[in-house]
């Protein structure tokens, strides 16, 4: 098997799909980087219009306001893919076995109810606001310069249907080792020690160099 991370891989299918959602994951992480990149420039740019033409940019709130959802959000599902999303490491790193995998089980089937819940109510907050016999297909807009407000919306059940997809895949994997009684499952997060993690980010720098 080889890994990526904490997560191992290997020729199941399982572990064929996790593969073909990662690059999906990555997309949605890059956008979410690419928007905090761009708030970087939108501020450089409103406080030097602000300072030294007392013209500060016009809808900044507004803009921020729109790319929140997708910094905030997007990268979810790649994080929770790897485990590096918020985690009871404490109490899951002295679990071992079966009853490890018991307890990943129902952590990611209460997550994926909660989830699915979410997705649902996040698409009807969306065709609310959703509209094409109006102008931009917008229902609504921002106050300051009336940007319509449904794709940031949009970005919201798209990653949280993204996020159910992959959780999904993980309650899989985890009720697989259960089964079998697995020691290395594919397809989730595996609790690494300090010292697994220090010798993965050790093997890393060396990649890079």
């Known amino acids: 098997m080889s890994g990526s991370g ?8 399982l572990s064929r799909l996790d593969r073909a959602l990662l690059p999906i994951e990555r997309f949605c992480a890059l956008l979410s980087g690419l928007a905090i990149f761009s708030l970087m420039f939108l501020a450089v740019y409103s406080v030097t219009g602000r ?5 500060p940019m016009m809808g900044y709130v507004d ?8 910094i905030a959000i997007m990268g979810v599902s790649y994080v929770q893919r790897d485990g590096t999303h918020i985690r009871m490491d404490m109490l899951v790193s002295v679990l071992k076995g079966r009853l490890l995998w018991l307890f990943e089980l129902i952590s990611v089937l209460l997550i994926l109810l909660l989830m699915v819940a979410l997705t649902w109510g996040a698409w009807d907050h969306f065709d609310r606001s959703f509209d094409c016999a109006r102008p931009f297909c917008s229902r609504d807009s921002s106050i300051d310069v009336s940007i319509p407000i449904w794709p940031s919306k ?7 249907g ?13 009720g697989r080792a259960l089964v ?5 499952p594919v397809a989730v997060p595996l609790t690494l020690t300090v010292a697994e993690q220090a010798m ?6 060396e990649g890079s160099d």
């Open 51 to 55: 300072k030294f033409f007392a013209a």
């Open 6 to 13: 904490a997560v191992l891989e290997d020729s199941s299918l």
């Open 154 to 160: 949009l970005v919201v059940p798209i990653a949280f």
């Open 200 to 205: 993965i980010e050790a093997q890393s720098l």
């Open 162 to 174: 993204v996020l159910v997809l992959r959780l999904v895949l993980q309650a899989v994997g985890y």
């Open 180 to 184: 079998l009684g697995l020691e290395n």
């Open 63 to 70: 803009y921020i306001e729109a790319a929140m959802p997708v």
